[in-house]
């Protein structure tokens, strides 16, 4: 189990996007707004429709690339390139085309007969998931440029469309989250039952909240990114957690797009040591 990755500064936010063909109404720059929802949505799915380009301005650190609710299939495919150069001719990194969905159901797992080619979920339940796709890159790559282009032609909604651009670097913890760190579904709906006995649901979007503490830290870490990402992100901003980026069965369902729900305080547990909890609620 790899330490968690914390991401609460998105170079995206700040890049000029260019390139591929994209709705008038739901253009590129929409990978740029805090709430996936509100989609970007190219036109058509020939490859050349479906690429971006973003300009950092400058050499800038990247860890890690997602692709927060999108429509892609089970077998489509991304490919994430940096470089100092737009054209890409001589990238710093290329991953090559990798498909955009993990295998997530582990051998032996699911219904008596059922198969899944590849352990991927169905497209029924990728969509309860937010569609979300992950590229850790082990060392940070400083780049000025990132292409990323997608592949998935047959598609059947005739165009390709995304919520949410995180790219940039990552906190990942010199400690790992302590054990005792949860996970769960949070539905809101409420429930009224009649005289009659009959009950009426008033359905209400679903989502994750995930719970873990960072203890043991040194000074310089804890306030160089703790106390960092809550002064520059309070309750409003956005940040992606990825619990465990050595899990490819499981990361889908424990990588969460969201936002702080709760205040809480950096305490000093020990002499040069301190401690913080944190609870993130997924953004949808």
Partial sequence: MANILVSYRNLVDEAALSGGTWSVGLPA???????????????GTAPGNTTVSLNFGSGRPVRFVALVRHNLTQSGRWR????NE?????????????AIWPSAIPFGIGVWGEFNWGGHVDASEAATYGA??????????HAQHLRLDLEDEGNPAGFLQA?????????????NLQYGWSIE???ESEIRRSRGGQSFVNVRPRFRRLRFSIDHLEKDEMFGHAY??????????????IVDPDDRTHGLRHTLYGALSESAPIINTHPGRYSRRFVVDELV
Avoid: H
């Fill in 29 to 43: 720059a929409n990978l740029a707004d805090r709430q996936p929802s509100k989609v970007a949505r190219t036109v």
């Fill in 80 to 83: 994430i390139r940096l470089g």
């Fill in 86 to 98: 737009a054209s890409m001719a001589a990238p710093v990194f290329d991953s090559g085309f990798v």
């Fill in 132 to 141: 979300q796709a992950v590229y850790s890159i082990r060392d940070a790559v």
């Fill in 163 to 175: 919520g949410r651009l995180v790219a940039g670097p990552a906190w990942q913890p010199s400690i």
């Fill in 185 to 187: 579904q949070v539905d």
């Fill in 228 to 241: 960092e990402l809550e002064r520059i992100k309070g309750k409003g901003g956005d940040i992606l957690v």
